[in-house]
Structure formats: C-alpha cells, structure tokens
C-alpha cells in the first residue's frame, strides 16, 4: 500500500497553462508540505500544512497555491506555468503535527515539464 | 542561519568497498535533528535515519552506520560493503523545532557504486 501518492507522475504542459498536482497520505498524520526539486536535485520546502491549516508559506510565487480539502489531501494548483517551474515536485507527510522534526515520508514526486 | 553542507558532489566506488558521505551542519539552537534521505535512480526520496541533538549514539543498520559528533557539526554516513543497489543521491538534511522548525537538506551527494 502506497504511504504517500501523488498524481500525475509526469506533467508536460505549455507555458501558460494552469495545472494541478494532487497528493493523498494514507499514514494517518497531520501535516504535509510540498517541496520543489530543481534540476541540480537542490530540495527546498514550498508549503506545509497542519490540520489543513498553512504553517509554511516559502518564499513563493503567488501563481502556486496549496489546497488542503482534509488532512490527508494536498494538492498543489499552479498558474500561469513558466519555464522555470519546470522540476520535479515531491509531497511529504509526517506524524501528529509536530512539524518537520517529525520524520517526513515522501511521495514518488511529480515531475512536471513546462515547454 | 542554519545551513547543510554536502561537500562531496560526486562519488564512485568499487563494489563492496566501504565508503562515507560526509554531512556538516551549521545551527545556533541546541535543540535540533539530523536526518539522511536516499534518493535512488527511480527518483522516489526515502527516509534513512533521524537523530535528534541530544543523542550522540552512533547508530548502525545492517551496512549503514552513521556517526554524529557534536563536536565537529557532523553527521557522517557510512555504506559497509557497497553494493550497486546502493547507487543513488543521498540528502543529509536538519531541522530546528524551537525555530522555524522547516526541514533544510543538503545539496545531496551522488553515489555510484560501479560493479
């Protein structure tokens, strides 16, 4: 059984476009985030949600924002797709909100590819 | 600040030698945790370890052990007896819960481990 699982695997899509990435924990915790890996595999938190309540909000483009329907969903919409915003995507859950000093299990990433 | 420095970019070993990736990290708090994070060709990150400030116990799973020493700011992980499974990059990473409590990682070392 997947712990963490997000869709789609892989995104190719036009500059411009708006696309979503969905992520579902089947783990039972409170908090998720999302994290960007750019294409020097550098991994850098984007959002983290408790409770579907936002606890981290990087320093991110307004083009991208995190939607929490309950505390095992993050999905990710993003507008307005530019070029840069090409890399790979990984969701990640932990245990009893207690913040990323809780172990984070991630999800298989979303690769997302912006021509 | 708090920072992760991954100094070793790149990696190769023969099979079945030993091989170490070193981790050192920069924080001000005294309260904190380390972790590692494999990330294997298929792209998918997987928790390795967490140990948190207040634990300087080395720690060793089947072929993997790892030595924290407060003294010198390192993490250290050791592979015993490489094998070409173990080729992947591997993410040293550090949190402070009394902070920001956000997770930083590394750069990531790449390790190939040639047959």
Redesign the interface.
């Known amino acids: 059984d997947t712990a963490v699982s997000q869709t789609p695997k892989y995104l190719v899509t036009q500059m411009g476009n708006d696309k979503s990435i969905k992520c579902e924990q089947n783990l039972g915790h409170d908090t998720m985030y999302w994290y960007k890996q750019d294409s020097k595999k550098f991994l850098k938190i984007m959002f983290s949600y408790n409770n579907k309540e936002l606890i981290i909000n990087e320093t991110v483009p307004n083009r991208f924002s995190p939607k929490s329907p309950d505390k095992a969903h993050l999905n990710l919409h993003i507008n307005s797709l530019e070029l840069g915003d090409s890399a790979v995507y990984f969701c990640a859950s932990s245990q009893l909100g207690q913040g990323p000093s809780e172990t984070q299990y991630f999800g298989p990433g979303t690769r997302l590819l912006v021509l | 600040a708090q920072k992760v420095t991954q100094a070793q970019t790149e990696i190769s070993v023969v099979e079945k030698e030993d091989v170490t990736l070193d981790c050192v990290y920069e924080t001000r708090d005294t309260t904190y945790?380390l972790?590692w994070?494999k990330?294997p060709p298929s792209?998918?990150?997987?928790?390795l370890i967490?140990r948190n400030s207040f634990d300087e116990q080395n720690e060793i799973s089947g072929r993997y052990s790892w030595n924290f020493q407060k003294s010198t700011s390192s993490f250290n992980f050791t592979i015993t007896a490489s094998q070409v499974v173990d080729s992947a990059?591997y993410?040293c990473a550090l949190?402070?819960?009394n902070r920001?409590?956000?997770?930083i990682?590394g750069?990531?070392t790449?390790l190939h481990i040639l047959p």
């Open positions: 945790y972790f994070y990330q792209g998918e990150l997987v928790f967490r990059v993410f949190s402070e819960p920001d409590d956000k997770i990682f750069k990531g790449r």
